[in-house]
């Protein structure tokens, strides 16, 4: 029998890679939030990989916590991650993941775009994949994944924080309201080069994120937690010294709505 797979964080993303993993044949044992991680490294101290599928707002305390044999065997796949997460608890060379398929309660996986895998386990994330029919393929380098989180952060704080102004879909954004999303978008790409410390080509990037537009057209551009990541994203530019006129405009509107 194949070595088991930790999940930890059971919500949807997490129940899909489960379900995958288990057609290809790997054992899971699961990790939910009220468990510690301590206990349950005690009774599974050697999986072949641990998978850290809780939110971003929960990636640092886990990682702080995380035990130390599991450190070298995590999988990660929060929006809005980038090298300095990991870096900041000294972690070397996780397996990275940007998400493209879509997961909400009571339906089926919904894929955008071929989701991108980095590291070791990538064939292990690949394949359970596969066993799903969800598109994804492995990455070669680092640099190349490092554009590919960047890719799905402009996607993700565009579309959310434009929807917070004007609602609707992606289709309904780009069609009705290019300048806008246009201009948002040039602002998180500032934070992006700010928290990577890297140049990237602003239209290429754009256009990255239109082919996520194209995947799924009817997609709402305003999730639940919207203005959660509008107000994070305005601290942090307000701490490196960014400019962000259009995002400090919605902030305001919507304040005041």
């Known amino acids: 029998m194949n070595d088991p797979i930790i999940i930890i964080g059971m919500g949807e993303i997490g129940s899909v890679l489960a379900r995958g993993l288990l057609r290809a044949g790997h054992p899971v044992y699961p990790v939910t939030r009220s468990m510690a991680l301590s206990d349950a490294h005690r009774i599974n101290p050697e999986p072949m ?6 939110g971003e707002a929960q990636l640092h305390a886990c990682l702080h916590e995380m035990p130390i044999p599991w450190r070298d065997k995590l999988v990660l796949l929060q929006n809005e991650l ?15 993941m940007s998400v493209w398929f879509e997961k ?4 089926d996986s919904k894929p955008l775009l071929s989701s991108p895998v980095f590291g070791n386990h990538a064939g292990l994330i690949c394949s359970a994949m596969q066993t799903l ?6 990455v070669l380098t680092m640099d190349a994944m490092t554009w590919e989180l960047v890719r ?7 579309t959310n924080i434009a929807g917070l102004a004007v609602g609707g879909t992606v289709d309904e954004l780009w069609q009705k309201n290019e300048t806008l999303a246009r201009d948002i978008a040039h602002e998180v790409i500032q934070l992006q080069e700010a928290l990577t410390g890297l140049t990237f080509e602003r239209e290429g990037l754009i256009q990255g994120m239109l082919a996520g537009f194209h995947g799924d057209p009817a997609h709402k551009c305003m999730g639940r937690t919207a203005p959660a990541r509008l107000e994070r994203a305005l601290s942090i530019m307000q701490n490196h010294g960014i400019s962000a006129p259009t995002m400090q405009k919605i902030a305001s509107n919507f304040a005041s709505s």
């Open 49 to 54: 990989a641990v998978i850290l599928a809780v």
């Open 82 to 96: 980038l090298p300095r997460d990991w870096q900041e608890h000294e972690l070397q060379s996780p397996t990275v």
């Open 104 to 107: 909400k309660k009571g339906t």
């Open 133 to 138: 029919e969800l598109p994804a393929h492995e």
């Open 152 to 158: 799905k952060n402009v996607y993700i704080l565009t």
